[in-house]
């Protein structure tokens, strides 16, 4: 049981840091000139976010207390 808590937790936390990550990579980054917020939002939640959330989850998985 602890373990899948710690695995959810690092999932949620996983995404938000790759999604923040993602943000701010692409705003500082991009070239983008007329549409540059949705590709900051696209690219954080369906890029970044689940690539986070991904390592998230493993890392909550192996950490041990």
Known sequence: MKRLVRTLSGLVIGYGVGAALGAALIAAFSTNT?????EIAMTAAFVTGPIGAVLGAVAGAWRRV
């Open 34 to 38: 007329h549409d540059k917020g949705q």
